[in-house]
């Protein structure tokens, strides 16, 4: 998993699995594009994606997560649940904010 953390006024949080990177899924109307610029940041294993995520949690952040490592990560962390996930072309995602 890639981890990258855009600081602004609200942190943004981007984690997705590796094997996705520079990818670009659509279905339908929908459209989700992993950019490298985006998305790559460092390299994690699951126990500090735990982690991060939890610590991010009780910011004021929001969370961009793409593919099934990430997911299954973020519901080990507990940031999310099995309502908040969709799919594109079979790809799991979740959009987050805290």
């Known amino acids: 998993m890639f981890i990258k953390i855009h600081k602004s006024y609200r942190n943004a949080v981007a984690i997705c699995d590796a094997d996705l990177i520079g990818k670009k899924l659509e279905e339908g109307n929908f459209q989700l594009e992993i950019k490298e610029s985006f998305f790559k940041g460092e390299e994690?294993?699951?126990?500090?994606?735990?982690?991060?995520m939890k610590d991010f949690s009780?910011?004021?952040?929001?969370?961009?997560?793409?593919?099934?490592?990430?997911?299954?990560?973020a519901l080990k962390a507990g940031i999310i649940?099995?309502?908040?996930?969709?799919?594109?072309?079979?790809?799991?995602?979740a959009l987050i904010l805290m």
């Open 44 to 52: 994690l294993s699951e126990e500090k994606a735990i982690e991060i």
């Open 58 to 73: 009780q910011e004021d952040a929001t969370f961009n997560l793409v593919g099934k490592k990430t997911i299954n990560t």
């Open 81 to 93: 649940s099995e309502e908040g996930i969709k799919k594109i072309r079979g790809v799991p995602f």
